[in-house]
């Protein structure tokens, strides 16, 4: 009788353990999960930032480190600081990502559109404090220059975002 009220109690965490990890999995792919610091305000409608990114080797979490950096911009919004006020996401409806989830994926896609709207600042592959060896990688920190305005222009031209000058 022990015995099974162990094994019982075993298999309920078990299969409790299991569900943590797929909502952490969905947690940490979520574009809304982004670590996205302002360096300050370059010229025409440029943002400077620095995104970091986590994958299996560094060239990897730079490509990922671009795309969040710009995926931050479109659904986060960007963080005040350096003498920079809080950027509003350009696209802040929860189910935006959802509704035009084929526009997003050729939109992120390596080597895709998203690329016009990044310039890395970087002197070649990052080091020191922005390289951290992780048990499961890399985590990068990269600094890129993002053409906010542009992206905005971009995103209200194709649909996805209202313009600003029409009302809330």
Request: hydrophobic share 40%; proline share 4%; aromatic share 10%.
């Amino acid at each position: 009788m022990k015995k099974m009220i162990l094994l019982g109690i075993f298999f309920t965490l078990l299969l409790s353990h299991c569900s943590t990890r797929k909502n952490m999995k969905a947690l940490w792919q979520s574009p809304y999960n982004i670590e996205i610091e302002t360096l300050g305000v370059g010229h025409d409608g440029t943002k400077l930032v620095k995104a970091w990114a986590n994958a299996r080797n560094p060239e990897l979490a730079v490509i990922q480190a671009e795309k969040n950096a710009v995926a931050a911009a479109i659904f986060k919004g960007l963080p005040g600081g350096n003498g920079s006020a809080a950027t509003p996401a350009i696209c802040p409806e929860q189910n935006k990502l959802e509704k035009n989830a084929s526009f997003f994926e050729g939109f992120f896609e390596t080597g895709g559109k998203y690329l016009q709207f990044i310039t890395l600042t970087n002197d070649g592959m990052p080091g020191g404090k922005d390289r951290i060896r992780m048990s499961s990688g890399y985590k990068v920190g990269v600094k890129a220059t993002l053409a906010y305005d542009n992206l905005r222009e971009y995103l209200e031209k194709e649909g996805l975002a209202n313009p600003m000058d029409q009302g809330f």
